[in-house]
């Protein structure tokens, strides 16, 4: 968890197979915790095409019956073929917007939002509310406020770092006299 965070988690993220690996994993943790999907994450990549969104959404009704048999991911069904319909739903938002990425970080105004919380991080904001609302007009499924609030600090739209965490805040380096 440690090196998830502080190499992944936060950072900005502009790469549409990473976004949409982002997209499957925060749908799959729904009801999880975050540290069961990192353990599955290798064989996540292995078994769903290393995250190709073409690939994936031409999984068959067969390919979805073969993943639930495999002890290596979440073997939920629903889960399982949100990933198929997400990819699909995806593509049509990339020959769309051009990118996944383009359309998705319109949400934030293209830029990461920063803030600094007094009583604790939301589980949703009103972005994450809007954007779960029209990706599910979309066609997309486990996309949900909260889900997507992760996604957006996941992929670095927010930046939800604490002031004292040392991603945010480098020590410094000491000066030598």
């Known amino acids: 968890m440690i090196a998830y965070h502080d190499r992944e988690w936060g950072r900005a993220v502009h790469d549409d197979r990473t976004l949409f690996e982002f997209l499957v994993l925060e749908g799959t943790q729904a009801g999880l915790s975050w540290l069961t999907i990192l353990r599955k994450r290798e064989r996540y990549r292995t078994v769903f095409s290393n995250f190709d969104p073409a690939r994936v959404a031409r999984f068959t009704s067969a390919k979805i019956e073969r993943l639930l048999e495999d002890p290596g991911i979440i073997r939920n069904r629903m889960k399982v073929e949100s990933a198929v319909t997400n990819a699909r739903a995806f ?45 599910r007009l979309r066609g997309f499924r486990f996309v949900g406020p909260t889900i997507m609030y992760a996604y957006m600090q996941a992929v670095g739209m927010v930046d939800d770092h604490v002031a004292a965490c040392d991603v945010v805040r480098p020590r410094r380096a000491r000066r030598s006299r």
Do not use: M, N
């Open 91 to 135: 593509l049509k938002v990339q020959r769309e917007f051009g990118s996944f990425d383009a359309y998705v970080w319109r949400f934030v105004g293209g830029k990461p939002i920063r803030r600094k919380h007094r009583s604790g991080i939301p589980t949703t904001t009103r972005e994450a509310e809007a954007l779960s609302k029209d990706l």
